[in-house]
């Protein structure tokens, strides 16, 4: 350690110095408190080691200053007045621990270890948790304003545990995991999370999958059944594409969020949960309530804070950063971008968002023959839309919302066509998962 000795007797100090350095750690010396506030003009010591009563600004007045001084290194006093009210004022003060003199040089050496060992696993913790971080939040990497603001917004939804949230964001752009780490910062983290899509399941389905069923409610039933609401007791409840809700369920979903109890498909009675919901859309459900399809009071219940996702598109100066992440999550090879390569990135519409970027990275980690990528190496749906110019004056027709459809249109058109119909190709070359792609085509009226 960097330890600063403050010791006014030089005999004493030249003992204590000595048998600190034969221990290997790195010692300063000052003579009194004044001479000590002056060196810590140059030198940033881990641990101080300083005699209680010294001439001029003592031991105590010492670590006052310290503290207002913003440093804040371990402390350990020494002193010949071994009084309980001096060893206890030390202590209260913020010391670590107290040596009474004449000192013995073993008792020392124990103390000074223990608080060696206790720095290191500070620091060590330090590390930890800035690797965990890291891990765990993944979809919070960017450096630009909209990063900062959605950071600022997660942090104090989490730290209210009990609030619904609302999370929107286009296909790809990590709602899932935004959830995920709303859940992990919240006091609800030590219990579970629970996904799930609702526009993954029939209405009877999705019924029994939330709230569960008793033995004999329908053909099949042969035993209780736990709903996956009563599953994610004490933690949070996800429902992703929420909008894709039945107006029976959502008449459903209104009553848990009401009286925050289920009723069990078969059940006569119902069972209290408490769980926290987080939904997630890639619509807007105040506009589908507007429009009549979707429950305004469902919506005031579930949208008490809104969390929005900015698209890939919206902040490009977080590109490099999120290559790197990625880079790094899956491992294989490094790679370097040329200049022209980042202002293709940077050029992109990214209608797959943070995905379509990461399922590109792990494809040139793959594919790139050297460790340099160039404009040649990107796929051609990066490098060039595939999408077929559009006629004059086409763009011009309708809203900007209308002429967007109908290049999306052509683009997932073309690009099944050239996949020979395989979904999962497609959905793939587009960014998308295969949920969303096949929302795609019935949206806009596409058969397989």
Known sequence: MRI???????????????????AGHAVTQAADGLAALDLLETCTPELVVSDIRMPGLDGLGLLARLRAHGTAPAVLMMTAFAT???AVGALQAGARDY??????????GVKVSRIEE????????????????????????????????LRKTLLRAAADGAVPVMIYGESGTGKELVARTLHAESPRAAAA?????????????????????????FTGAYRDKKGIVEAAAHGTLFLDEVSEMSPRMQSKLLRFLQEHTVMA?????????????????????????????????????????????????ARVEDIAGLVGHFLRKHGGRELRFTRACWDVLEH???????????????VLQVSCDGQEVDVHDLPVRIRAP??????????????????LARCEERMVRAELKRQGGNVSRTAQALGLSRVGLYKKLKQHGIAL
């Not at 005999?11 to 350095?21: M, P």
């Not at 009549?292 to 219940?301: C, I, K, N, V």
Request: include cysteine; charge should be negative.
């Open 265 to 313: 498909v078969g059940a006569t009675s119902a069972t209290a949960v408490d769980v926290r919901v987080v939904g997630a859309s890639n619509v807007d459900l105040h506009e589908m309530a507007l429009a009549g399809r979707f429950r305004e009071d469902l919506y005031y219940r579930l949208n008490v804070v809104e969390v929005r996702l900015p698209p890939l598109r």
């Open 386 to 403: 595939r999408a077929e110019p559009a006629a004059a004056g086409e763009l011009a027709e309708g809203t900007l919302h209308d002429a």
């Open 84 to 86: 309980v009210e001096e």
């Open 99 to 108: 040596l009474t003199k004449p000192l013995n040089l073993g008792e020392l």
């Open 348 to 362: 992109h519409a990214w209608p797959g968002n943070v995905r379509e970027l990461e399922n590109l990275v792990r």
């Open 118 to 149: 206790e720095l290191r696993l500070r620091r060590e913790n330090l590390r930890l948790r800035e690797r965990l971080q890291c891990v765990e939040h993944p979809e919070l990497v960017g450096a630009g304003k909209a990063m900062a603001e």
């Open 193 to 217: 999370f629970v996904d799930v899509s609702c526009a993954a399941f029939s209405d009877e389905l999705l019924e029994s999958e939330l709230f569960g069923y008793r033995k004999g409610a």
């Open 4 to 22: 600063l000795l403050v010791e006014d007797d030089a005999a004493t100090r030249r003992g204590i110095s000595h048998f600190l350095a034969a």
